[in-house]
């Protein structure tokens, strides 16, 4: 599940697997490795992943499903604002 989920949140974003080895400091040949099954993450290297991505590790590992913005940054009308925005596309789904 974990090669699934970092190869998703990779293109989700556009990234190749040089970018991402990139901006977490490894070679694009563990990037490639993880995508395809071969090995699997650290635990220190699986809270990056989390981390870089803004989602948790039991995403990563397939345990939720759930998928998390990190907003502790922004202004709380900021995040209001970003809640009406998914609301709006959540509502267009249905």
Known sequence: MINKRIRELRLSRGMSQPELAAKLGVSKQCISNWENDNIQPSIEMLIAISRFFMVSTDYLLGIDNKKY??????????????????????????
């Open 69 to 94: 913005i990190e907003v502790s940054m922004l202004t709380e009308k900021q995040i209001a604002h970003i809640q009406m925005i998914i609301e709006d596309i959540s509502a267009e789904k249905k």
